[in-house]
């Protein structure tokens, strides 16, 4: 554990940032450069903790990875000539990992057994396993299969039409990896739209994918070419500036290179509901995922009600949402967002227990949180669970409070954003 003392004195904040690579679209790059044949070239990868055990993983299988900065080189024997790792492989803290490896190596040739942190063995995943069980999968583990570690014996796979009970890119993308090796065509019908960045990178490598109206199909046997990835940088690492430069006095933070995939960007909607002082102005860089600069300056924001379909398009960014919210004029409902207990920790928990501590008005729902506001914040000792996001909200919280914040733990922050306190110092100005 790494405690860190923040002593900001409510600095204004100036300046520009180039946030890192997008952790979800830097999984599929190395899981996508690893199914194919051939060499896979990537720049703008996240050399974030989660991002790290991927490729980890991929080179126990016999996967040939160079990482020169942010540029990866993938080559790639293809997925029927992978080895049979002799260790366990390790997911980290990674919920993307392990959920998406398991939908790839379900259809594989190898056997293998994954395992990840604590938290990680708190975390559902009968939600892809069940599905790829319909398929033929064999799959064993913990609580019948509900928990790590999981034993993969690779197999042959069935198709499957498949109704999705809960709104996840994970499950998702772990079925169409898993069909890509099927026989037949895969359909996965989602009854809110996740993030697409599957869909977009099958593409890029060569596959063909149908997607009309929540309903994705994809036909089994066809095979991946190794390509050229740009990554974005990454809207749910954006989300803790663009927050911070909305409620810091007399602050403006330019962030360059911002993913705004429309699956993705609920937060710019919100902030823009709120009132927010900002502009947007996207890239014409014609790549698989957009991006844009966000400007965001100082503003008055008021309340806001964020719900429903919404709802996916911002999950991540829940935590920092709140504390926006304790500084918007009026009444913040959050709801239909009960996934959060299912995240690296419970956020709807963590986030009203940390925030109350630092005065918020704020309490839990079953599937959210209220929050009234504005309300001045003081300085407390706060924790992280291990949560990177929990541990960036109260990160950013201490450039607002009277006095000191303390996070028990500022190491789990690793996992999606290592830069993240020397871009705060970048832009701090007293
Ligand atoms: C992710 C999907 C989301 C998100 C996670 C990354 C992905 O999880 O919260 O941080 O890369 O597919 P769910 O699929 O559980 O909603």
């Known amino acids: 554990m790494s405690e860190k003392v923040l002593q900001y004195n409510k600095p204004s ?72 790792p002799s260790e366990v492989l390790y997911t980290g803290n990674s919920g993307t990992t392990t959920r998406l490896m398991l939908g790839i190596l379900a259809g594989s040739s190898v056997h293998t057994v994954m395992t990840g942190d604590a938290s990680i063995g708190k975390r559902p995943m009968r939600r892809v396993i069940d599905p790829l069980r319909q398929m033929g999968a064999h799959i064993t583990g913990r609580a019948d299969g509900q928990y790590t570690p999981l034993a993969i014996q690779g197999t042959t796979l069935q198709a499957i039409d498949y109704n999705m009970p809960v709104a996840s890119a994970q499950v998702k993308s772990a079925i169409l990896l898993a069909g890509l090796r099927a026989n037949g065509t895969t359909i996965v019908r989602e009854m809110e739209v996740s993030r697409d960045h599957t869909e977009r990178m099958l593409r890029q490598f060569g596959a063909h994918v149908a997607v009309d109206n929540g309903v994705v199909s994809i036909e089994g046997g066809q095979a991946l070419k190794g390509t050229h990835v740009s990554v974005p940088g990454d809207i749910s690492s954006a989300a803790f500036f663009l927050v911070a430069g909305a409620i810091c006095e007399n602050s403006q933070i330019t962030l360059h290179n911002v993913g705004i995939n429309p699956t993705r960007d609920g937060i710019i909607e919100v902030l823009q509901k709120m009132g927010a002082t900002m502009t947007i102005t996207p890239n014409d860089d014609n790549q698989a995922e957009p991006t844009a600069t966000i400007q965001i300056a100082t503003s008055t924001l008021k ?23 304790t500084q918007a004029h009026g009444q913040t409902i959050i709801k239909d967002a009960e996934e959060l207990k299912v995240k690296e920790t419970d956020r709807i928990t963590a986030v009203v227990t940390e925030l109350k501590k630092l005065g918020a008005q704020i309490e839990a729902t079953e599937d959210g949180m209220i929050i009234n506001g504005p309300t001045p914040l003081k300085g407390a000792n706060l924790q992280t669970y291990g949560d990177h996001r929990i541990g960036m909200m109260g990160a950013v919280a201490a450039l607002v409070t009277d006095g000191v914040v303390t996070l028990d733990d500022a190491q789990c922050i690793a996992v999606s954003y290592p830069s993240f306190f020397e871009h705060v110092e970048a832009v701090r100005n007293n």
């Open 303 to 325: 309340a806001t009600t964020i719900e429903g379909d919404i709802i996916p398009r911002l999950i991540d960014e829940i935590p920092i949402l709140a504390l926006l919210a």
């Open 13 to 84: 904040l100036q300046g520009a940032l180039t946030v890192p690579g997008d952790k979800s679209v830097s999984h599929r790059s190395v899981m996508f450069g690893a199914i194919a044949s051939g060499t896979t070239t990537v720049e703008g990868f996240l050399l974030g903790e989660d991002c790290l055990s991927t490729i980890d993983c991929f080179r126990k299988l016999g996967v040939d990875i160079e990482v020169e900065g942010t540029n990866v080189t993938i080559h790639s024997p293809g997925m029927d000539s992978w080895q049979e």
